[in-house]
């Protein structure tokens, strides 16, 4: 839980200098469906930003610019690489808006697919990486000149930016090794992976020839730490995707269902309801105690104090979810068919309402087997068909990262009003996971046989807490 703790906090703190309008970029994107071998240019900026101390390190390098100058996109990549390079070499070297110069470059790469915007980018930052490297190397006169003259970085601030660089590096390596199969399967979580990649490029840019330390140590820390993360996550993502088919959604399914009428539903009581409701329940698997009664009762009073027609209309549809959970996950079938029913039926709400209705209906039925799972009449018990407490217990961190990623939506959305970044791709898939994983918690209490056999594992959670490192 303290990993999950560190990862949904880093948003809090997290420097508005460093935060990108991924839907911006994503606006941009338009492939025309050509396919471009990026390959050998992939292979040659490799040997370029992370060379080996091996003698046979330049004949190597040799190597690959050769292949790379005999590939049949030779001109066209090489076109495109000098017009970048000119773009970061002119837009970085002032100060700015780092956010509109990410977007503009991801404009002159419209036509081309997410893997090859990040070969281009790391491409052009090569040339000015490697020109600065070189003249930091050398001591003559004429370089001095033209290291006065341009302003170039010594060594030890070019060492700053290393960490960073080999970060991106092996992110970009890891999607290199994605087949089409996976690549389709996670192509939202690339894209992100791709935007912020080339975000840390204008950063590392702005580092090297910009005139003053536009970004702090720490800031580029940061940086790093969240670029090694979702190198991390990828993995995580391959681990599921590998071991259960069952386990994906289709968030163009969800998305299809959404239907909001514009209203504004004040969920606040009800979402803090639900927290202590499991919070209690909890307590009572665990503990076998009844936990803070005084504060439930306190949130209880809170919510049936909120306006009448908001509480009629809360109730209301939370017991339909109630319903359409209890039967759905009773007999097993797919995470995904289910899933896009349950949201079928809060479609006029928004989606962090969907996320505090959906969790509100999870609420009653963990709350009601709670209370069985130590009932000393048995006869309710075999009735019910009441799991016992190691089954509960199974599901137990992931139910806590469901409440975690709530309360952080909740949370960041009444922040991001005030906000001049779009954070609504990053909750939309956060909301179909975390419902996705209410199904899965659910088919786990109520149905008769272990339905998910990776419920217990960490590396679930991980697939819809990976978008919070981009708010």
Not at 132 to 145: C, H, K, Y
Not at 377 to 394: A, H, T
């Amino acid at each position: 839980m303290e990993k999950l703790k560190s990862i949904l906090s880093l948003p809090v703190d997290w420097n508005c200098k460093l935060i990108i309008d991924e839907n911006a970029i994503i606006s941009t994107h338009a492939p025309n469906g050509k396919k471009v071998d990026v390959r050998p240019l992939h292979s040659l900026i490799n040997k370029i930003l992370m060379p080996t101390a091996t003698t046979n390190d330049q004949v190597d390098l040799d190597s690959n610019l050769k292949s790379f100058q005999n590939s049949s996109c030779f001109q066209e990549l090489f076109k495109i690489v000098h017009k970048n390079y000119c773009q970061l070499s002119c837009k970085c070297s002032g100060g700015g808006d780092a956010n509109s110069t990410t977007v503009a470059l991801f404009k002159t790469w419209a036509v081309y697919s997410w893997e090859v915007k990040i070969v281009l980018a790391l491409a052009a930052f090569a040339i000015i990486y490697e020109e600065s490297l070189l003249m930091a190397n050398q001591t003559n006169p004429l370089v001095e000149s033209i290291k006065l003259l341009k302003q170039l970085p010594n060594k030890s601030k070019l060492s700053k930016i290393r960490p960073l660089i080999l970060a991106m590096v092996k992110l970009t390596n890891a999607i290199f090794t994605v087949d089409d199969s996976q690549s389709e399967n996670i192509s939202i979580y690339i894209q992100t992976v791709v935007c912020w990649i080339v975000r840390s490029v204008v950063v590392c840019t702005s580092q090297i020839i910009g005139f003053d330390d536009e970004y702090t140590e720490d800031e580029l820390s940061k940086l790093t730490e969240l670029v090694d993360r979702m190198n991390s996550h990828l993995g995580h993502l391959f681990d599921i995707e590998d071991e259960n088919c069952k386990l994906t959604i289709d968030e163009n399914e969800i998305r299809n269902t959404h239907a909001p009428n514009g209203k504004e539903v004040e969920v606040g009581p009800l979402h803090k309801l639900i927290n202590e409701i499991l919070i209690a329940s909890n307590t009572i698997i665990v503990e076998g105690a009844s936990g803070d009664q005084a504060t439930l009762d306190s949130q209880l009073k809170s919510f049936k104090n909120s306006s009448r027609d908001s509480l009629e209309e809360l109730t209301k549809i939370v017991r339909k979810i109630y319903c359409e959970l209890s039967c759905e996950c009773l007999g097993g079938g797919d995470v995904n068919s289910k899933t896009v029913a349950l949201f079928k039926t809060p479609s006029q709400f928004s989606r962090e309402a969907k996320m505090v209705l959906a969790l509100a209906a999870f609420s009653i039925i963990y709350g009601e087997f709670s209370l069985t799972v130590n009932h000393s009449n048995p006869l309710v018990k075999l009735l019910k068909q009441v799991v016992d407490k190691s089954k509960l217990l199974k599901i137990k961190s992931l139910i806590d990262a469901m409440v975690k990623v709530t309360n952080t939506i909740v949370d960041m959305v009444n922040v991001g009003k005030s906000r001049p970044v779009d954070i609504s791709t990053c909750i939309e898939t956060t909301v179909s996971w975390t419902v996705g994983s209410i199904i899965v918690c659910t088919s786990q209490i109520i149905g008769l046989d272990d339905e998910y056999i990776i419920v217990n594992s960490p590396r679930f959670c991980f697939i819809f807490l990976f978008c919070f490192v981009i708010f």
